[in-house]
């Protein structure tokens, strides 16, 4: 299992258009992905699901915990870190 700890940088977070570019990715790999608010304090949840994604609840500044765990569960964080690392589409401010 690979876990990575991330600061959401965007200025929208999880919402609409960057929540469903997070899910098209994680839904790219095999591997089970979950998405967890720390700041928050919500449950693991599924980050190919967007629903779950949205009800997470993620804003700008948000601490989220990626877990991912099968065969290409290395490659899934990379890919997802980089995609929040550059703020999932949006213009970092």
Do not use: C, W, Y
Not at 70 to 81: C, F, N, T
């Amino acid at each position: 299992m690979q876990t990575a700890d991330l600061v959401i940088r965007n200025p929208t977070g999880l919402h609409a258009r960057p929540a469903s570019t997070f899910v098209k990715t994680a839904s790219g790999f095999r591997s089970q992905i979950l998405l967890e608010n720390v700041t928050r304090g919500t449950k693991p949840a599924n980050a190919k699901s967007i629903l779950t994604v949205l009800a997470s609840g993620v804003s700008k500044g948000h601490v989220i915990r990626l877990s991912a765990n099968g065969e290409d569960e290395q490659a899934a964080i990379e890919a997802l870190r980089e995609l929040v690392e550059s703020g999932i589409g949006e213009p970092l401010e």
